[in-house]
């Protein structure tokens, strides 16, 4: 009878394996299926000079995603992306042209980092929602980088950085990809192989039970949101570098693609579960997306719906996935 019982229990756990392991292969399969349409569509996509055009266009999307993706796992929302990255822009390439390159990187990782620990201040110590609180410095960003750059561009970006960083190369990849991986695999590690990792997962399952175990929730989520506005700095290096120019409005809709990419790939709005792979899947399916439109001439508002569109389809999909769990 106790074996009977135990093989009775086991069996729900190997068939709710077997979903995971098929839900697994959902998007990896996905990605195939808009690579041979916009193949068929346009050959011009899988030519080698598109394929490196597509892996630079991924990059600021992946690096966002990476923070928002912590953001979400702990039960949070950080609205304020691209705000962030722009203010972090403007004011590292201000201070470039007093200091020189290495102080305006700084400048910008800094700027990034203290924003977003401020917001997960507020948010932890507070107790506030992290919608309100986000957008609001969303705004107080936007409106700083409006006013350091008096409303307009800034284009007096040091050659220097923009060769080096935007246009540069490492053993036959540009700089840039090899910034966007290196952010990707460290987010990966801070998840995956430390404590710190662990606590954000237990935040986002049950925060009140976090906090009954002696887990300092606000210290945690606090560098939660400090990790996320680290990602908006770096975003920064890249865009200015890439762009050659500071943006006081910068990718404005950066911040809701990282979003519909987090949980396009399979990451909980509720927070506690997903992982950095996960992101991956829905960087790479809208960048996809955004470049086959690109490249076969569809204009820009039809990009605009396509978005939108995935974004919603992102949410139904978070939904039905709570449903099923």
Same mark, same amino acid.
């Given at each position: 009878?106790?074996?009977?019982?135990?093989?009775?229990?086991?069996?729900?756990?190997?068939?709710?394996?077997?979903?995971?392991?098929?839900?697994?292969?959902?998007?990896?399969?996905?990605?195939?299926?808009?690579?041979?349409?916009?193949?068929?569509?346009?050959?011009?996509?899988?030519?080698?000079?598109?394929?490196?055009?597509?892996?630079?266009?991924?990059?600021?999307?992946?690096?966002?995603?990476?923070?928002?993706?912590?953001?979400?796992?702990?039960?949070?929302?950080?609205?304020?992306?691209?705000?962030?990255?722009?203010?972090?822009?403007?004011?590292?390439?201000?201070?470039?042209?007093?200091?020189?390159?290495?102080?305006?990187?700084?400048?910008?990782?800094?700027?990034?980092?203290?924003?977003?620990?401020?917001?997960?201040?507020?948010?932890?110590?507070?107790?506030?929602?992290?919608?309100?609180?986000?957008?609001?410095?969303?705004?107080?960003?936007?409106?700083?980088?409006?006013?350091?750059?008096?409303?307009?561009?800034?284009?007096?970006?040091?050659?220097?950085?923009? +060769?080096?960083?935007?246009?540069?190369?490492?053993?036959?990849?540009?700089?840039?990809?090899?910034?966007?991986?290196?952010?990707?695999?460290?987010?990966?590690?801070?998840?995956?192989?430390?404590?710190?990792?662990?606590?954000?997962?237990?935040?986002?399952?049950?925060?009140?039970?976090?906090?009954?175990?002696?887990? +300092?929730?606000?210290?945690?989520?606090?560098?939660?949101? =400090?990790?996320?506005?680290?990602?908006?700095?770096?975003?920064?290096?890249?865009?200015?570098?890439?762009?050659?120019?500071?943006?006081?409005?910068?990718?404005?809709?950066?911040?809701?693609?990282?979003?519909?990419?987090?949980?396009?790939? =399979?990451?909980?709005?509720?927070?506690?579960?997903?992982?950095?792979?996960?992101?991956?899947?829905?960087?790479?399916?809208?960048?996809?997306?955004? +470049?086959?439109?690109?490249?076969?001439?569809?204009?820009?508002?039809?990009?605009?719906?396509?978005?939108?569109?995935?974004?919603?389809?992102?949410?139904?999909?978070?939904?039905?996935?709570?449903?099923? +769990?």
């Amino acid at each position: 009878m106790a074996a009977i019982k135990e093989v009775s229990m086991s069996a729900p756990m190997v068939s709710r394996r077997r979903r995971i392991k098929k839900g697994e292969l959902i998007l990896p399969l996905f990605i195939v299926v808009i690579a041979v349409v916009a193949t068929l569509i346009e050959p011009r996509f899988m030519s080698a000079s598109n394929l490196a055009n597509l892996g630079k266009q991924m990059v600021p999307l992946a690096i966002a995603a990476v923070g928002q993706c912590l953001a979400v796992i702990s039960g949070g929302l950080d609205l304020s992306i691209a705000a962030v990255m722009s203010l972090a822009g403007v004011s590292g390439v201000l201070v470039m042209e007093q200091y020189g390159v290495w102080a305006g990187i700084a400048t910008m990782l800094i700027t990034g980092s203290v924003m977003g620990l401020f917001s997960g201040a507020i948010i932890s110590y507070m107790k506030t929602t992290p919608l309100i609180v986000t957008l609001g410095m969303l705004s107080i960003s936007q409106a700083l980088a409006l006013i350091l750059s008096h409303g307009v561009p800034i284009y007096n970006i040091p050659e220097s950085f923009a +060769n080096a960083v935007g246009f540069g190369t490492l053993l036959g990849l540009p700089v840039i990809i090899w910034i966007g991986g290196a952010t990707v695999v460290a987010a990966w590690i801070l998840l995956r192989k430390t404590v710190f990792g662990r606590y954000v997962y237990a935040i986002g399952s049950n925060g009140s039970a976090a906090t009954k175990s002696g887990l +300092n929730v606000p210290r945690y989520t606090t560098l939660v949101y =400090g990790f996320s506005g680290l990602t908006a700095g770096i975003c920064a290096i890249v865009m200015t570098s890439w762009t050659s120019a500071a943006e006081p409005v910068a990718s404005p809709n950066l911040t809701l693609e990282s979003i519909a990419a987090v949980v396009l790939g =399979g990451v909980a709005l509720k927070g506690g579960s997903g992982g950095i792979h996960h992101v991956l899947y829905g960087v790479i399916i809208l960048s996809m997306l955004t +470049n086959a439109m690109n490249i076969t001439g569809v204009s820009t508002f039809y990009q605009m719906l396509a978005v939108g569109l995935v974004i919603i389809l992102a949410v139904m999909l978070d939904r039905f996935r709570g449903k099923a +769990n």
